[in-house]
Every structure is written in structure tokens, then in C-alpha cells.
């Protein structure tokens, strides 16, 4: 009886312990795990910075295949355009063959009996053209334009392919700059001689635009400071952008490249990032006053292209 009792209370003993019922999740399941919100991009979209306005007058120098000017006059209705190039009439034909539809907007005579031209509208009035212009030299158009010009703009300056030498093409294209400038200064209006105001149009101190691409040799090139010690400080940069300017299309120095098969070939340049630097002479950047509303118009935030930037004063 007592070996009976003793082996029961055994078997109590090593009983399993009860078992529970689970009523959590079903096993194999991992736990959800909360993934974040994804967050909502808003792309910033820049409207290009026109650098004028339609009633100013402007002097376009080193200017290529004049597909920049064409678009001045059509695009963005220009009324006061003068184009020069460094070539005559006929080397610039030579290097650009296309341009007898620009030069029929621009200048109806120079693009007489010309192949092309009959598929451009001419201009309202006949635009004005000067060959052989040389932006480092002084000559009678920067007399006649003494004291008459509210925008100078020279897009993508170059000396062309002098030295393979990085240094020396880059003092090169800095005496051409320094050269420019002097010239330039000479042709901008006395501040007070802009256009009329209106609420449209504020007006600004007469300026000189340079536009480079970005990125070396350019930068090597120190544009700022050319213009400091040429008297100038930068009034504001920004971003270029082609598509500003519909039919404008880069022309470089050498003219057209051809590639083996005939067909027009290399880079384009209206692809490639460029900035523009607005130069105003020094003293001239205090505002001007448009009623009660005093203004630089380049302090107009709503003309900003959210790239850009203003010289600290």
C-alpha cells in the first residue's frame, strides 16, 4: 500500500503542467511593421530671368549666327536692337549658311537674294546690323552709342583656340573681358537717362551682361574681379536658359562642325549650363524711386529665377 502511494504521488509530480490557450496571433505571422509616410516632392519650378525689356535699347556684341538676336526682335518684341559681329557679311555666311533667316529679320537689305530668307518674316522696321565689329578696339560705333545704351550683352565671349595652354588661353580670354568692359562702360546710359517708368517696366541702372558656361576654364577666368577692377561689381548672376530665347541655338567661333557623313555634328552649346553676370558701375546701384513704391528691379523677388544670386553691398 505504501509502495502504491508513494509511486501516485510520482506520477502527480511529473505530470506536464497544464496548457493555456492562445488566442494572440497565428504563429508564422511577423508583427506589421508601420512604414513611414512617404514624403511628397514638390518640384521647384524656375522661370527664366529676361535681363531687359522691350522698350530698352540693346547692343548685342560677338554675336554668332544671330539666332539670339532673331529672338530678341520676334520672341520677346524688342523694338531697339543693334547686332554686331566680328566677321563681314560674307565670312559670316561662310561660317554660318543658315544665317540668311536671321539676317532677313534683322536686316531685310543685307539678306536680299539670299537662299532661306524668303522663309523669314521681316522685322516691322528694318533692324540694324554692323560687320566687323571688334568688342576689344575702339571704332565709330562706340562713339555714335556714347551714353545711348541701357543693356550691353555679350553672350559666350572666346578668343578662340590661340594656345593649347590653359594658362595662356585664359589670360587670352582676360584681356579680351578687361578690354570689353572699357568699351562697354563707355556705351551705357547715365543712371536717370533709362526709359520712362511705368508699373510694368521699373527701371534699373544701365548694365553690361556677360554670359559663360559654368565650370572650368571658365571659372579660371574670375569674372567678378575683372569687373572690380574694371569699375564694375555685380549687381546679380543667374542661371541662363536657352529655352528663354525660342530659335536660339549656340553658334561657336569656328563656325558650323560637319561631321565625315556632312551632317552638322559636336556639341550643342545650348545644352550645356551657363550663367549670366549682371556688371553695373559702381555707385549706380542705389535704388530708384517708382512713386511710393521704391525699387531696384532686380530686388524684385517676383522676377527672381530662384537661382540666383545679389552681390552683397
Same mark, same amino acid.
Given at each position: ?10 506520477? =502527480?509530480? /511529473? ?16 508583427? =506589421?511593421? +508601420? ?14 530671368? *529676361? ?10 556684341? #560677338? ?24 566677321? +563681314? ?12 533667316e ?11 537674294d ?13 533692324r540694324?546690323?554692323?560687320? /566687323? ?7 565709330? *560705333?562706340?562713339?555714335?552709342?556714347? #551714353? ?6 555679350f553672350?559666350?565671349?572666346h578668343? &578662340? ?28 546710359a ?15 541702372? +544701365? ?5 559663360l558656361?559654368? #565650370? ?12 572690380r ?12 536658359? =536657352?529655352?528663354?530665347?525660342? &530659335? ?13 557623313? #556632312? ?20 555707385g ?6 517708382? &512713386? ?22
Amino acid at each position: 500500500m505504501g509502495k502504491n502511494k508513494r509511486l501516485k504521488r510520482i506520477k =502527480a509530480n /511529473n505530470k506536464p503542467p497544464p496548457t493555456t490557450k492562445n488566442y494572440g496571433k497565428p504563429t508564422g505571422v511577423t508583427k =506589421a511593421v +508601420s512604414k513611414p509616410a512617404k514624403k511628397h516632392i514638390q518640384t521647384q519650378h524656375t522661370e527664366p530671368t *529676361i535681363p531687359f525689356e522691350v522698350h530698352e535699347k540693346i547692343l548685342l556684341v #560677338g554675336e554668332g549666327d544671330l539666332s539670339f538676336a532673331r529672338s530678341l526682335v520676334e520672341n520677346h518684341g524688342c523694338e531697339d536692337v543693334i547686332a554686331t559681329v566680328f566677321e +563681314s557679311r560674307d565670312e559670316l555666311k561662310d561660317k554660318y549658311p543658315h544665317v540668311a533667316e536671321n539676317l532677313a529679320v534683322l536686316s531685310p537689305k543685307d539678306a536680299e537674294d539670299e537662299p532661306g530668307a524668303e522663309n523669314a518674316k521681316p522685322g516691322k522696321r528694318e533692324r540694324i546690323m554692323r560687320y /566687323n565689329i571688334d568688342a576689344t578696339k575702339p571704332g565709330p *560705333i562706340w562713339k555714335e552709342l556714347t #551714353g545711348k545704351c541701357h543693356r550691353v550683352i555679350f553672350n559666350f565671349p572666346h578668343v &578662340g583656340g590661340k594656345s593649347k595652354d590653359v594658362n595662356r588661353q585664359v589670360r587670352y580670354n582676360q584681356e579680351l573681358i578687361v578690354k570689353f568692359f572699357k568699351l562697354a562702360q563707355s556705351a551705357l546710359a547715365p543712371l536717370g537717362h533709362q526709359p520712362k517708368p511705368s508699373h510694368n517696366h521699373p527701371v534699373s541702372p +544701365s548694365s553690361i551682361i556677360i554670359t559663360l558656361f559654368e #565650370g572650368e576654364p571658365y571659372t579660371l577666368w574670375n569674372i567678378r574681379d575683372l569687373g572690380r577692377h574694371a569699375g564694375l561689381q555685380v549687381e546679380r548672376s543667374f542661371r541662363f536658359q =536657352a529655352k528663354a530665347y525660342p &530659335g536660339y541655338r549656340h553658334a561657336r567661333t569656328l563656325g558650323v562642325v560637319k561631321g565625315k557623313d #556632312g551632317e552638322e555634328g559636336g556639341w550643342k552649346g545650348e545644352e550645356r549650363a551657363a550663367r549670366s553676370y549682371v556688371f553695373v558701375r559702381k555707385g549706380d546701384t542705389e535704388k530708384i524711386s517708382i &512713386g511710393e513704391n521704391a525699387r531696384r528691379r532686380w530686388g524684385d523677388r517676383d522676377v527672381s529665377d530662384g537661382d540666383g544670386e545679389e552681390e552683397g553691398r
